[in-house]
């Protein structure tokens, strides 16, 4: 049976927002990104969950938005780039539809991400060891993806013409 939803998991900066509103948009579907129900949820921005009430409370938001996104249909699902690394969370995301992870290289990532001010996991001297450090300790459950695209050398376009296949490839 096809599954109810496409899931991205990924690294920030690997395209999920970008790439999941190209693919809802191609697919007539609808797009949700678990930021922004935990954004709404705490009525603050996610920066603002980290300085105000620190990475433990943005994850037990996080945790209650992915539990809700597993009654939906028919949606296109961005998460935030630490979501798997609570066990609970990727089974729901697994429960919640196809599973797909984006990739990009750490020096691709430093430059997508480093345009962005509202990055609070990078706000360290070093940058790029951070990513790496973190890509490191999160490797093994972005692994456990039903399947996985690098996005370092491709457009927004040719990431979402490839999670479109998979999709479609999806049995009904």
Not at 23 to 30: E, N, P, Q, T
Not at 42 to 58: V, W
Not at 84 to 99: D, S, Y
Not at 109 to 128: D, Q
Request: charged share 25%.
């Amino acid at each position: 049976m096809k599954k109810a939803n496409i899931v991205l998991i990924g690294f920030m900066g690997t395209g999920k927002t970008a790439v999941g509103k190209t693919v809802a948009s191609a697919l007539d579907m609808k797009y949700l990104d678990t930021d922004l129900m935990i954004e709404a949820d705490a009525q603050k921005t996610i920066p603002e969950i980290f300085e105000t009430l620190g990475e433990p409370a943005f994850r037990e938001f996080e945790t209650e938005a992915i539990r809700r996104i597993t009654h939906l249909r028919g949606y296109v699902i961005a998460t935030g780039g630490g979501a798997p690394m609570i066990e609970e969370n990727l089974a729901n995301m697994k429960r919640a539809g196809v599973l797909i992870r984006l990739t990009a290289s750490p020096e691709v990532i430093l430059e997508r991400t480093s345009r962005a001010s509202n990055r609070p996991l990078l706000k360290t001297p070093n940058p790029m060891k951070k990513i790496q450090s973190l890509l490191s300790l999160r490797e093994p459950q972005y692994n456990k993806a039903d399947y996985t695209i690098n996005t370092t050398t491709l457009s927004i376009q040719e990431v979402a013409e490839k999670v479109i296949k998979i999709w479609e490839s999806q049995p009904s």
